[in-house]
């Protein structure tokens, strides 16, 4: 899909706020709002927009331990990826994971409510689990940088 600066815009916007009325979004692009509402339905039916969320502060909402963790599994086989990939669907605590290059064949991001929780995860689901082989978890001591979405030109 080819996108003009006027679909640019209305993705900027929508980034910094999902809630957006059609008549806000025209006022910021300098567009009617009936442009705006058909240009956003375009977007959404071409799958660049996906849905709409609002940002929750997980420390606020007594999640203060946020820890990254790379994981190696036993093997490779399609079976045990599959088997890891169940497992990590059916842990919230999990808020994503990503297979990746390197010295890890995944990385997850995790949140806890404290120390005691994150080690509870680790010590009694993780490190159990029949495939994984090692484990490298940090603890995040403070965020740079949290942006979500992609860079709008």
């Known amino acids: 899909m080819i996108l003009d600066r006027f679909d640019a815009a209305i993705l900027a916007a929508l980034q910094r706020d ?3 009325t059609n008549a806000a979004l025209a006022e910021v692009v300098n567009l009617s ?3 705006c509402s058909r240009r956003r339905a375009a977007l959404e039916q071409a799958g660049v927009i996906e849905g709409y969320s609002a940002r929750l502060n997980a420390a606020r909402l007594g999640y203060g331990l946020r820890a990254i963790i790379r994981v190696n599994l036993s093997g490779h086989g399609q079976g045990k990826q599959n088997d890891f990939a169940l497992f990590v669907a059916s842990h919230p605590q999990i808020r994503s994971a990503y297979s990746v290059s390197g010295d890890a064949d995944y990385v997850l991001d995790v949140r806890a409510r404290d120390l005691d929780a994150f080690a509870e ?8 689990h029949p495939q994984v082989a090692q484990v490298r978890s940090e603890i995040v001591l403070k965020t740079l940088k949290d942006e979500r979405g992609v ?3």
């Open 18 to 20: 999902g809630a957006m």
């Open 33 to 35: 709002a009936s442009q």
């Open 121 to 128: 995860f680790m010590h009694g689901q993780l490190l159990p």
């Open 151 to 153: 860079a709008i030109p």
